[in-house]
């Protein structure tokens, strides 16, 4: 009888366990860990220096981290919370993305203009793409077959095969792209530049422009409007756009592209990611070294946490 | 009879303020005013850090609504107290004060009528506010109702303390310069107090002893569901002794108007 509770409660335990956010924090080598019920730091961990870009393998065992400074992808165990390994990852990692196959990781190399394919099964470099200058912002398509890098000096995006590991084309975008991100059904590919402060929206098949989205905030100078990161919710009715020293989020509704509003978050936000199925969005705010969570449905910042120093990347385990 | 009495004054309170509909106007203007200009020009130069009771960060518009409705209630409670000298000069106050009931009760019954009125006018202001799209949490406007109406006996008892000083109308400009202004500039109705310590330390030990800062402090912390104690404490304790002076000053046998009213 008091195994049966015992079970039951472990049950109750797992099934109602809470969604952790991750937040990597550049400048004090750590991760802060917040509980996305209670909307509280749970835990900090240290990590390699500089972690910046973050990601999960897609069955969540692992975290990916990419430790800039330690020139090396870490890949952590959640469920010790321990750095198992590092991968080979080039010089200066900073952001990355995972294949749909969840073996292959595509890291943007900053400092050497090259795209790292790493297979993180075998642990081994199998293909380094040429790219343009100060390569950053990574994706893979949806069904895989496409990766997409944006490089901050070149200002392209690089359209790189999935499966030959080749460089096919380049779209010339607005100064200093950011980030990439496909929607859900990888149709269309988002890109932020941040000095020419815009988004561009790109159609997949054709790669050509659909629509370029400025934005306009009153009170802020337009050179503090700077687009990183980028989120679009799945039902298609929002895309998210942090505008960096702007310290705002603008929302955009993602079938007109029209700007419905911005919305007041710390300084210098940079990263998003959505929690609790995409009702509430997680931003890093480096300079003021917070989180701020926004409730999507009401369109309102309900609370700012504060994390570790510059936080920068932002993962959601469900 | 008490309460016959009572509603007699508020009758009185609320048709002179209808009346004056224009006071209804300007007295909405000068905090729209604020809201509107002032706030827009300081959006971007005053970044407000998070402080409690708020969860993330504001725009100066949504940190200046709790300081802005006391400002308004400060200007009403003034305007009673003018109200009270007019009503001096014009020996309507003869007929009040030659009433049967207790001069205490009288002199309470008028600090609640002038409260309602007040009350009133920040409810419009929070209106207009809403329209503006600068909102508080929704329950904040219900909750927010004990902490204005203390707030408003609070300024209310300090216009009716003045008001036994003040001799003659014109006197009511001193009252404006000395009492008004310094009570709302040297608050945290404007400003966050700890950006006022960065600026200076004796600054910021002034409007900690303002009680219109505890005033305003209640009321932002009530609209956004929570209990400042220590504000409450304050502005009950000032309340309590202004009104106590309030009355103290209007008694013939002992009080500032003693000569006046007899005479």
């Known amino acids: 009888m008091r195994l049966l509770v015992l079970a039951a409660g472990l049950l109750t335990a797992l099934v109602s366990q809470a969604e952790v956010a991750y937040v990597s924090n550049e400048k004090s080598d750590t991760l802060t860990l917040i509980d996305v019920d209670k909307l509280e730091v749970i835990d900090t961990l240290e990590v390699g220096m500089r972690p910046r870009g973050i990601i999960f393998s897609q069955d969540y065992k692992y975290l990916y981290i990419c ?31 995972l294949h749909p196959n969840n073996r292959h990781l595509y890291i943007a190399n900053e400092d050497s203009a090259v795209v790292t394919v790493v297979d993180t099964v075998d642990r081994t470099v199998i293909a380094q793409i040429d790219v343009g200058i100060e390569p950053e912002g990574m994706a893979v398509s949806p069904d895989g077959k496409w990766v997409i890098n944006t490089s901050e000096t070149t200002n ?14 380049n779209t010339l975008v607005d100064q200093r792209p950011r980030h990439v991100e496909f929607s859900k059904s990888g149709e269309k590919v988002w890109a932020s530049a941040e000095i020419g402060g815009t988004v561009d929206v790109i159609d997949t098949a054709s790669r050509e422009l659909i629509k370029k989205i400025t934005f306009k905030i009153p009170g802020v100078h337009r050179d503090k409007i700077q687009p990183v990161g980028i989120k679009l919710t799945d039902d298609g009715k929002y895309a998210f756009v942090a505008l960096g020293p702007a310290n ?11 700007v419905l509003d911005y919305l007041l978050v710390g300084r210098r936000v940079w990263q998003l990611a959505f929690a609790k199925e995409q009702s509430l969005l997680f931003t890093t705010n480096g300079v003021s070294g917070d989180v701020s969570v926004i409730d999507v449905e009401d369109l309102k910042v309900i609370k700012t946490i504060k994390a570790g120093r510059y936080p920068w990347g932002v993962v959601v385990k469900p | 009879m008490y309460w016959t009495c009572f509603v007699g004054v508020l009758k009185r309170e609320l048709l002179r303020f209808w009346q004056q509909r224009s006071r209804l106007i300007s007295a909405l203007v000068r905090p729209l005013l604020w809201l509107v200009v002032f706030a827009a020009g300081f959006r971007a130069a005053l970044g407000v850090a998070i402080i409690p009771p708020y969860e ?68 419009a202001f ?30 209310g ?40 310590r960065e600026s200076s330390e ?45 009355i103290w000053g209007y008694d013939p046998k002992r009080g500032m108007v003693k000569r006046k009213v007899g005479g």
């Open chain 2, 126 to 155: 929070f209106a207009i506010a809403w329209l503006l799209e600068v909102e508080a949490e929704p329950m904040g406007y219900l909750l927010v109702i004990p902490a204005l109406l203390l707030t408003a006996l609070l300024l």
């Open chain 1, 67 to 97: 430790a800039s400074e330690s020139d090396a992808v870490q890949v952590m165990d959640l469920a010790t919370h321990k750095v198992i390994h590092n991968l080979p990852s080039g010089e200066d990692p900073e952001q990355f993305a």
């Open chain 2, 56 to 123: 993330t960060y504001i725009t100066y518009e949504v940190y200046i609504i709790p300081g802005l409705a006391g400002v308004i209630m400060l200007f009403n409670g003034m305007q009673s107290s003018l109200s009270m000298v007019y009503d001096r000069e014009m020996g309507s106050m003869k007929v009040l004060l030659t009433s049967p009931m207790p001069r205490p009760f009288l002199l309470v019954s008028k600090l609640l009528a002038g409260a309602c009125i007040s009350m009133l006018q920040v409810y």
């Open chain 2, 202 to 246: 004796w600054l910021y030990w002034i409007c900690q002893f303002n009680p219109f800062t505890h005033a305003v402090e209640l009321i932002r912390f009530a609209l956004y569901g929570q209990f400042n104690g220590q504000a409450a404490l304050v502005t009950g304790v000032c309340t309590l002794i202004f009104t106590s002076l309030a």
């Open chain 1, 156 to 169: 392209m995006l690089h359209w790189i095969d999935a499966s030959t590991h080749e460089l096919v084309d």
């Open chain 2, 157 to 196: 008892a300090l216009g009716l303390l003045l008001s036994s000083f003040i001799k003659q109308l014109e006197n009511f400009a001193g009252v404006m310069n000395f009492v008004v202004f310094p009570m709302f500039f040297l608050s945290s109705a404007l400003y966050p107090l700890w950006k006022m």
């Open chain 1, 248 to 258: 705002h989020v603008a929302v955009i509704d993602a079938s007109t592209y029209e």
